[in-house]
């Protein structure tokens, strides 16, 4: 739908795919109160409610705004940091696999943390630095590699892999290189958890996603011209190896934060945007039934990662009860099975 303001600016809406992100947006925060209010001392919607405008008894509030809320937000801000960074790599390897998680921008993030934790013994923020600073080592060397008059995706898509079997043997030696307590330590990071996430690991999470996340976005448009082609990007205006360099490298600081925030919790990357093309982009081409409309889709990815998330740490605290089951593990095990029907998906449709 075409909007033009009274200054004589224009512009056109998805009507379907604002109503998309707003249904997001309203499912991740229910899902977000369902998950404060659960844990050994249980609390209905409206006690939540009541409790985070400033109501609800000291006790509440002390659960509430010390304990759970700094969790929640981390799981909003962690899986709307690697579903839009998805949905970025995924855009420009033109490939649904090209997920940082299956290209070895965490495995870098990994090596960087267990780098601190085994030879230096850091603490939170330490590891938390190590992570960040390995993520972001890990994407400058993938970019060289990968770089070639530009970066084409299915040369970028090559190296990642590659990359990322380097480094998760790198990250086997490490392991072996640390005693029985750094080993625990690096193991129960690897995996993936929201659990014991305070202020500390929101203030600079958000500071990152409000400068990255918003930059991003304004690279929507031209990221979607690029899925015609470099030379009808080109055609169009758009400066290609600019736009791909400044949303990559944006994103692999996204996913290098995220991860130091939460640890590389696996698959939330590669499945939130091709859900978010799924639910909210239903224009199939004739023969095609289930082939999502192409484009970015780069806030409803955003949205999908964040409800993914913290509706996988609330499943798993249902299920398992608080802080019983990591939910790196939970994501694993769902994500492994969409990844086998997604592949069987691109073979069935002869793309792989």
């Known amino acids: 739908m075409p909007v033009r303001t009274a200054g004589g600016l224009s512009l056109r809406l998805d009507l379907r795919a604002l109503a998309t992100g707003l249904l997001l947006l309203v499912v991740a925060l229910a899902v977000a109160v369902a998950l404060i209010g659960s844990g050994d001392y249980p609390m209905?919607?409206?006690?939540?409610?009541?409790?985070?405008?400033?109501?609800?008894?000291?006790?509440?509030?002390?659960?509430?705004?010390?304990?759970?809320?700094?969790?929640?937000?981390?799981?909003?801000?962690?899986?709307?940091?690697?579903?839009?960074?998805?949905?970025?790599?995924q855009t420009v390897s033109r490939n649904p696999l090209g997920s940082p998680d299956v290209l070895g921008f965490a495995q870098g993030s990994s090596v960087g943390a267990l780098v601190v934790i085994v030879y230096f013994q850091g603490g939170t923020l330490a590891v938390a630095a190590g992570a960040v600073v390995g993520g972001v080592f890990t994407g400058l060397a993938i970019f060289l590699l990968a770089w070639k008059r530009g970066i084409q995706g299915y040369r970028f898509v090559l190296v990642g892999i590659g990359a990322s079997a380097m480094l998760y043997a790198l990250v086997l030696y490490l392991l072996t290189k640390a005693n029985i307590f750094e080993a625990t330590r690096a193991t129960t990071w690897m995996t993936g958890s929201l659990n014991g996430r305070d202020w500390s690991q929101v203030w600079p999470l958000a500071a990152v996603c409000v400068v990255l996340i918003p930059l991003v976005l304004l690279q929507g448009r031209p990221l979607r011209m690029l899925e015609m082609g470099d030379d009808a990007a080109y055609a169009l205006g758009v400066r290609v190896d600019r736009v791909r360099v400044l949303t990559l490298f944006a994103s692999v600081l996204l996913v290098a934060s995220a991860t130091a925030a939460a640890g590389p919790i696996s698959f939330v990357a590669l499945?939130?945007?091709?859900?978010?093309?799924?639910?909210?982009?239903?224009?199939?081409?004739?023969?095609?039934?289930?082939?999502?409309?192409?484009g970015p889709n780069l806030l409803p990815s955003a949205l999908m990662g964040a409800v993914l998330l913290v509706a996988a740490d609330w499943v798993s605290q249902w299920l398992f009860g608080a802080d019983q089951l990591p939910v790196g593990v939970l994501t694993g095990v769902l994500g492994g099975g969409y990844l086998l029907w997604l592949l069987a998906t691109e073979r069935k449709a002869g793309r792989v």
Do not use: C, Y
């Open 44 to 89: 209905t919607p409206g006690e939540v409610l009541s409790t985070l405008t400033g109501g609800g008894n000291p006790g509440q509030a002390f659960i509430v705004q010390d304990l759970r809320l700094p969790r929640v937000l981390v799981g909003l801000m962690v899986g709307a940091a690697f579903g839009i960074s998805g949905a970025v790599f």
């Open 271 to 294: 499945t939130a945007p091709q859900l978010a093309r799924r639910l909210g982009l239903p224009r199939f081409r004739k023969g095609a039934r289930n082939a999502p409309m192409p």
